[in-house]
């Protein structure tokens, strides 16, 4: 490992940058609930995913859980029982840094030991979800492809070189590009590399891409790639005009003075927040007639403890923290600053993990609705913990964009 990319300790926050949401901020209790909580891991939760009404979880010993969403609209608070926490799919022998439901029944899973999983959801002859292993990448073709070639051997370490498709410490972050066609990896090796999908065959690496652990990535819908990194920097990077598989480094943020541990992309791409050790949610947008450059523009305040997790979705986004709550924002119509529309709290240890559901019915006994429109709509936001257990709120959002 290069770097302990992800720390729980919380570093000095931000003074330069305006705050747009304030640290007292008074929540309604009736806007949030906890409507689940799920148990069952032995180890910490370490990464979520939402695919369709299946919530994917993942845990520091290998294993992959899935539970039912709708289960949410119909219970209360969970009792300690594995079988209502949701049922064991798939395993490996080494920890899970990250899920992504990549779409068509595609569940990609990254790992401590330096691989990606690629899953197919399927079902058991009793009609209990499954996961079957489809290819570990890098895949088998890429390895004896690049063994052969002497220029594929890259130094990754002190007398230490491997082929130039291999990551060699733990993958932390996936992502796929807006038409499907690339996946992203990103590992506390310090590379991004670029995968071709449905093949699986890996067409770059960009290495060093950061001078210490990246431990985040997000794609927007216009193509850029951003990473960030414990080097406290974000990048933006682009697919080179005249190159399809070839990427360039198009802009260097910083703001942050600590390791940056989390990114999200909301608003349609248009805003992206970052989370680190300085306790502050970042929040860029994309400036006026910039060529697509982001600008900072101000700082979301109120975690005691390190950012770790960010989730968003249209004008909402949530942060998890190692103080053990989760704080979620709404951005304000018009981009006059933001809400604090709810402090979560409950968990027992750090929250690690989020994934955020948009516009559904989680459970609520009165005043709630679907979703859009200009009453408001019930989201659901499960978070994960160091502790291994996942709580799965319903927190009522007026809505000011029609979802």
């Known amino acids: 490992m290069l770097s302990q990319s992800v720390s729980l300790s919380s570093q000095p926050s931000l003074p330069s940058l305006p705050s747009l949401g304030t640290r007292d901020t008074n929540v309604s209790p009736s806007l949030h609930q906890c409507v689940a909580s799920l148990r069952g891991h032995s180890s910490y939760v370490s990464a979520l995913a939402v695919d369709g009404d299946s919530l994917y979880r993942a845990s520091s010993d290998g294993r992959i859980m899935v539970w039912p969403l709708d289960d949410a609209s119909s219970r209360q608070e969970q009792q300690d029982d594995d079988s209502r926490s949701g049922t064991v799919i798939a395993s490996s022998n080494s920890s899970v840094k990250c899920l992504l439901a990549a779409g068509n029944g595609l569940l990609l899973s990254s790992h401590q030991d330096g691989k990606i999983r690629a899953w197919r959801v399927g079902s058991r002859k009793d009609g209990t979800r499954r996961l079957v292993l489809r290819a570990v990448l890098p895949i088998v073709v890429d390895r004896l492809r690049t063994c052969l070639l002497p220029w594929s051997y890259v130094e990754v370490r002190r007398h230490r070189r491997r082929t130039w498709v291999h990551h060699v410490d733990a993958v932390t972050a996936l992502a796929v590009s807006p038409d499907g066609a690339l996946l992203y990896s990103a590992s506390w090796d310090r590379s991004l590399k670029v995968w071709r999908l449905p093949d699986f065959r890996c067409v770059e ?43 360039v480094l198009v802009q260097t943020m910083e703001r942050h003075r600590s390791a940056v541990n989390a990114l999200a992309l909301g608003v349609e791409g248009k805003v992206l927040y970052s989370g680190a050790c300085d306790r502050s949610v970042v929040v860029w947008e994309r400036a006026e007639g910039g060529a697509g450059r982001m600008e900072a523009t101000g700082t979301l305040r109120g975690h005691a403890m390190a950012i770790l997790c960010l989730a968003a979705a249209w004008e909402v986004v949530c942060s998890g923290s190692a103080d053990r709550t989760v704080r979620v924002w709404r951005r304000e119509a018009g981009n006059t600053g933001y809400t604090c529309l709810a402090v979560l709290e409950g968990h027992g240890a750090a ?53």
């Not at 690496?205 to 985040?216: E, G, K, L």
């Not at 990535?217 to 990077?237: C, E, F, H, M």
Request: charged share 25%.
């Open 205 to 247: 690496s960009i290495a060093p891409a950061h001078d210490d652990a990246i431990n985040a990535l997000a794609v927007s819908p216009d193509g850029n790639v951003y990473t960030g990194s414990a080097d406290k920097k974000i990048k933006a990077w682009r697919r080179h005009a005249e190159q399809k598989n070839k990427h």
């Open 351 to 403: 929250v690690k993990s989020l994934a955020l559901v948009c516009g559904r019915d989680g459970g609520w006994e009165e005043g709630s609705s679907g979703g859009g429109g200009d009453g408001g709509g019930s989201d659901l936001v499960c978070s994960g913990a160091l502790d291994g257990e996942v709580k799965i709120w319903s927190v009522l959002v007026p809505c000011l964009l029609q979802r």
